[in-house]
């Protein structure tokens, strides 16, 4: 690109001439020792909790602890180019971040600064980024669905739209990649979405930002990160900085999703800030504010009244307990804080049950709130079957000689556990899934062999798809139907009626299959 | 600090170790009252700035003995007794042995400036640090006094410092206000606003600076 030097020149003129002269008056200190991210300042004696202050080359800090004789401050960026008697001045503004359209799409430090190489993010807008949530008055109850495209997690333990829906689970259990699948089944759902990085490895950042990329998901999402090798500051305040610029969308009536991977993170980090400033140590050495520090930021995630433009801003945290341990301090904590939680295990990942969700001690607290009634009706008993099914298991695997009842109860149990597996970065549409569950709870796969029923699924969905496009827009109707018993009743007579032409269809297909392996 | 800066080359003061300044104020304050008590406050710090000054600035080597842990309290107090008995008054002799008997004779040198910030303050005297490219002329420097007289109604004490880097006009600062006149400031702040205006510009309207004739 080339500039035109006489444009430049006059915009720079017109400067020039406009320019007033003033004395500059700040508050100023000096810094007394600095390393670790953090800085004493000697001075700053006006300087207020929580205010923006500027080092020598434009590094800016926030003020964090006031104390008798100095001022704590952590720094946001490079804090190797300060030195001791640096002059700090105060800014008299909160830290704030760039919201809007501009950030759309875009990959950015937790200050707003791009790190994807395609300039600086053009906007005036600004938005403090801690912000207090608001009271009761200008919320209402969750009620619309936030589709993540996941069967298990859109049956069984539904996300509603201002929901926050905690995901733990070990290490390489899948957590990033339900957060993702998420964030694609939002194409075309009017939701803004945002990753917040905190503590991940830069390679890991970088192919989720390839991923959305690829799916076309970067249209609508914004990546925030401040990777592990990110000064803690940075770590502490990136999911907060992304919770600003999710709820500018909130607030002017959109709606958001942010997830923020992960908060096991961002407490240590929290607790190395803590501990730098010698704030007195708690349990575990984490400081006694890390509940207000995870609560204040989840409690940010709301489903704004009508009155407030009925936005929501959908929080998906995700947590990484170490070794499985889910009753350590702070796991406790955001459980007790999120309004439930989906939890992976490593054992079902390995096992091939993949997302690797235990549907037993994974919860919604909104519930059937935040399903369409369809799915609703559908998936009502699943996850008590399910769990049923695991208890009936291992009473199985002692080779006892089972009654026809149980027999046939674990056989539909174990196709539901092959029908509710689901390839990663395969979001399914919520009528797909409602076929794919009222096929196996309603007993037509308890004849198809199990290592079959993915197949079956597959050519099914696509049958309907393709053969069918009638029942599949009459499921989808009946949400909106008056009557909706008839409604339901109607078109589940008509997905028997297409799964009986279907079953021929596949026997077939399997008998030849067979026939030509023979 | 990187290179651009024009503050580069310049180093300010470094600043005290806070600990001792908040012993220096605790005693400086006990000081203070007890000189009061006997109405004697001017002499008394000028005699603590000269026992800093003239005696300890002169003999480091005292200073460091004076200092230190390292004598018992009733060796040092015979010391104090020795050394000064009849060369400071007794209310100076005693403040030494309450020092020393808590271990706090390391500290003089920050009691003697809290004594004296104190002490100005209660006097309605304000330090103000003015700093200019040049040395400063008599009648800029009583200028400056008359404004800041008006301005906070206490007495100014002017402290001059020059720095040629400032390359004009003036920097004055009272407490943790500073008042920046500088030809530097001004420069600095008339730069930063070119270059946020420019991109403001380059990236509000891509097409305006941009030439058709490939890049």
């Known amino acids: 690109m080339k500039f035109k030097a006489d444009e430049i020149a006059s915009v720079l003129q017109t400067e020039i001439e406009n320019y007033e002269s003033q004395v500059d008056v700040r508050e100023v200190g000096q810094v007394l020792e600095v390393g670790d991210g953090i800085a004493r300042v000697y001075g700053l004696s006006g300087v207020m909790a929580g205010e923006m202050v500027e080092f020598p080359g434009g590094v800016n800090g926030l003020a964090f ?18 030195n001791e008697g640096d002059e700090v001045k105060s800014t008299g503004q909160l830290l704030s971040v760039p919201v809007g359209d501009a950030v759309i799409g875009r990959h950015l430090d937790p200050l707003g600064n791009p790190l994807d190489g395609r300039g600086p993010v053009v906007t005036s807008d600004r938005r403090p980024v801690e912000f207090l949530a608001p009271g009761i008055a200008h919320r209402k109850p969750v009620h619309e669905p936030l589709q993540t495209g996941i069967k298990a997690i859109d049956a069984m333990t539904p996300v509603g739209r201002g929901q926050r829906e905690l995901i733990i689970g070990d290490r390489k259990t899948g957590k990033t990649t339900v957060a993702i699948d998420t964030i694609l089944n939002q194409k075309g759902k009017d939701v803004k979405c945002f990753y917040v990085a905190v503590g991940q490895k830069d390679s ?37 900085a992304g919770c600003a610029m999710a709820e500018h969308f909130t607030y002017n009536g959109g709606h958001s999703l942010i997830v923020y991977d992960d908060l096991s993170k961002q407490a240590v980090a929290y607790r190395e800030l803590s ?44 947590f990484e307990p170490q070794e499985g341990e889910v009753s350590a301090y702070i ?72 009654d026809a009842a149980t027999q046939s109860q674990l056989d539909r149990g174990r196709r539901m556990v092959e029908l509710l597996k689901q390839g990663q970065y395969s979001p399914m549409d919520v009528t797909d899934q409602v076929l794919s569950i009222y096929a196996g709870t309603s007993g037509h796969l308890d004849e198809i ?70 | 600090m990187n290179a651009e800066s024009p503050q580069s080359g310049y180093r300010p003061e470094t600043v005290l170790d806070t600990d001792a300044q908040q012993v220096g104020k605790l005693y400086s304050r006990a000081f203070l009252g007890a000189a009061q008590k006997a109405g004697q406050t001017e002499e008394l710090l000028e005699e603590l700035g000269s026992l800093v000054d003239d005696v300890l600035d002169k003999n480091p080597a005292f200073a460091r003995m004076f200092g ?27 403040f030494l042995k309450t020092l020393s008997k808590h271990g706090r004779l390391g500290n003089l040198r920050a009691i003697r400036t809290e004594a004296q910030d104190l002490y100005d303050q209660q006097q309605g005297r304000i330090k103000v640090i003015v700093t200019t ?46 008042f920046d006149g500088s030809v530097a400031a001004r420069l600095r702040r008339m730069r930063e606003k070119m270059i946020d205006r420019s991109v403001h510009e380059i990236q509000s309207r891509r097409d305006r600076f941009r030439t058709t004739d490939g890049n």
Request: hydrophobic content about 40%; charged content about 25%.
């Open chain 1, 65 to 82: 602890n006031l104390e008798e004789s100095s001022v704590g401050v952590i720094i946001l960026g490079d804090y190797r180019g300060i």
């Open chain 1, 204 to 240: 890991s950042v970088a192919n989720v930002v390839g991923v959305l990329r690829e799916h076309g998901a970067m249209d609508y999402t914004t990546v925030i990160s401040a990777g592990g090798s990110s000064p803690a500051p940075l770590q502490y305040v990136a999911p907060y």
């Open chain 1, 275 to 318: 501990l730098l400033m010698r704030r007195p140590p708690g349990r575990e050495a984490y400081p006694g504010d890390i509940f207000y520090c995870h609560s204040r930021l989840l409690e940010r995630a709301l489903k704004l009244s009508d009155a407030n433009g009925a936005g929501s801003l959908t929080a998906l945290p995700i």
């Open chain 1, 331 to 402: 796991p406790t904590n955001v459980i007790s804080i999120t309004d439930g939680q989906i939890y992976l295990q490593p054992d079902l990942f390995f096992a091939g049950v993949r997302p690797a969700m235990n549907a037993g001690i994974s919860v919604s607290r909104v519930g059937g709130a935040a399903q369409i009634k369809t799915m609703k009706k559908v998936a009502g008993g699943l996850r008590l079957q399910l769990a049923a099914y695991r208890a009936l298991e291992a009473f199985a695997q002692m080779g006892t000689e089972l």
């Open chain 1, 449 to 518: 062999d199990v290592s079959r029923v993915r197949e079956w699924e597959a050519d099914f969905l696509t049958f309907m798809r393709d053969q069918k496009p009638e029942i599949c827009d009459q499921v989808a109707a009946c949400q909106d139907a008056e009557d909706f018993k008839q409604a339901y009743d109607d078109a589940t007579k008509a997905i028997d009626g297409a799964v009986a032409e279907f079953q021929a269809q596949f026997t077939s297909k399997i008998e030849k299959a067979e026939a030509a392996s023979a």
């Open chain 2, 68 to 94: 230190s842990q390292v004598m018992p309290h009733d060796e040092r107090e015979a010391m104090i007794d020795r050394v000064f008995r009849d060369r400071a008054s007794q209310l100076m002799v005693n």
């Open chain 2, 133 to 178: 490219a040049l040395p400063l002329e008599d009648e800029v420097k009583s200028a400056i006094a008359d404004a800041v007289r008006q301005r906070t109604g206490g007495e100014p004490v002017l402290i001059e410092r020059t720095r040629p880097d400032l390359i004009g006009g003036v920097v004055v600062q009272i407490g943790d206000t500073l």
